[in-house]
């Protein structure tokens, strides 16, 4: 089967991966020399502007049989319409269906009108008077959010990067005076406290099929401290749930999807693709904040590494509309991600990475590459985003860090920067002693 993965980071390097293993034929369109990628790939389109229009053109003339869309924003282009106007099946939502994550205002208006549970207190506001009389008579802390897409960098919240009713208000004037991501307005969500969590899931319609929670690590540096980033690294666990996630709460943050596909199917925008729930769990359960409509970066990776289904079958009974079961192997993974100094805040931007493939392959570990160019002389040229995950598998989150660790080793290069701390031990217990203390 010829499959196409539309999209140059590590998550679409690994969806290329597991493609290849279950057997296609692949194909790609990339903006990025991404190293892994290119050795995988029969073919590849280096499209700088990803234009939807391009991709779809190509994939018809390679007469591509599925493509696999990784990037919210090729997603938010059209990309699915586009290739499915040319009788191409997509594993990703229409443009239609990708504003659960694209139209924060539709999300939370939806999750409103169809009662979704763990649903927060939210308001859309078009003047920054209204943000100020929303703010100052709610009461509570609430996350400040421009509409549309921000690429994760667009959100403030009260009481951690905004320190007074002034500061929130400040900010909702940028967002609506800069009609920051596209629209003049701001949403205003209730703060949730907790620990986040992540939960994915195939839809294809009002089927769901939902994978292994994980748990993402924002912040940039040690200690949950710094800038938030695309997310630094992330582990799951081998039952499926977290450490301080019970299956009670899993499955609570599960119905809430169950919900959202119904929901979808019932305004005719029936979502088929992947999509990625975000959390917090609370001391009352788990509460949305937000949803995107693919993989998440770095979840893919945790989520991928234990699919025992074929990727192909399952991807094209997505496409269409036919999905039917999906099996992981009951294994934990870790992933940390290997980023250029100052990512978040200041990245620098030459630096260089290596990679020991025989010290690689003895430790266990996987490399996904990410935002890095191999250049002429073979050498690869990191970017100021993040360069490349390294994934361990094991039977507890305890072994599969270890793996982790051994892949790091075989890493090298000059101005690079790990969160060695996620999935450590202390780092575990202290979000289970965190739940621990919200829950008494
Ligand atoms: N893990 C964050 C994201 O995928 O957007």
């Known amino acids: 089967m010829k499959v196409l993965v539309v999209g140059g980071g590590a998550r679409e390097h690994i969806m290329a991966e597991v493609a290849v293993r279950d057997g296609a034929e692949l194909f790609v369109a990339l903006n990025n020399k991404n190293p892994g990628l290119l050795d995988l790939s029969s073919e590849f389109l280096f499209c700088k502007d990803m234009n939807p229009i391009a991709i779809s053109k190509w994939a018809h003339e390679k007469n591509i049989d599925l493509a696999l869309i990784g990037p919210e924003s090729a997603l938010a282009s059209g990309i699915v319409d586009n290739l499915n ?27 409103s009108e169809f009662s979704f549970p ?14 100020r009389h929303f703010l100052e008579s709610f009461g509570k802390d609430c996350a400040i959010k421009p ?32 009609q920051m991501s596209g629209y003049a307005k701001v949403v205003l969500e209730e703060r949730a406290i907790g620990e986040e969590f992540t939960l994915q899931a195939f839809i294809s319609g009002e089927i769901v099929i ?43 943050a599960l119905e809430t999807i169950c919900a959202t596909a119904a929901a979808m199917n019932s305004i005719n925008s029936p979502y088929r693709g992947i999509l990625y729930g975000q959390f917090i769990l609370t001391s009352d359960g788990p509460r949305l904040v937000e949803y995107n409509a693919r993989f998440g970066d770095p979840e893919a990776m945790n989520a991928l590494s234990v699919l025992n289904s074929n990727f192909l079958e399952v ?64 050498q690869i040229s990191t970017t100021t985003s993040r360069s490349a995950a390294v994934v361990g598998k094991g039977d507890s989150i305890e072994s599969a860090e270890k793996v982790t660790e051994a892949g790091l080793k075989a890493v090298s290069g000059m101005g690079l920067y790990v969160r060695h701390d996620i999935a450590t031990e202390a780092s575990i217990s202290k979000r289970v002693s965190h739940m621990e203390n919200l829950r008494s």
């Open 315 to 378: 991807s094209m009974d997505i496409a269409l509309g036919n999905l039917k079961s999906v099996d992981f192997e009951p294994k934990a993974t870790v992933c940390k991600y290997v980023v250029p100094e100052g990512y978040g805040t200041t990245p620098r931007s030459d630096c260089s990475l290596e990679v020991d493939s025989t010290l690689l392959s003895s430790s266990g570990a996987s490399i996904y590459y990410a935002a890095v160019n191999l250049e002429e002389n073979n």
């Open 147 to 178: 509409i549309g897409l921000t690429g994760g960098k667009g959100v403030k919240v009260m009481g951690d990067q905004l320190h007074s009713i002034d500061e929130a208000v400040n900010f909702c004037e940028e967002i609506i005076d800069t």
């Open 118 to 131: 763990g649903q927060l207190d939210y308001k859309v506001c078009s003047t920054v008077e209204e943000a």
């Open 210 to 252: 939902p994978m292994p929670a994980a748990q993402d690590h924002p912040h940039a540096l040690e200690g949950d401290i710094g800038a938030i980033t695309g997310g630094m690294g992330s582990y799951s666990q081998a039952d499926g749930l977290l450490p301080f996630l019970s299956q009670s709460d899993y499955d609570s």
């Open 85 to 111: 106007t040319l009788d191409i099946p997509a594993m990703g939502p229409t443009k239609s269906a990708s504003r659960i994550e694209v139209d924060k205002e539709f999300m939370r208006d939806l999750s």
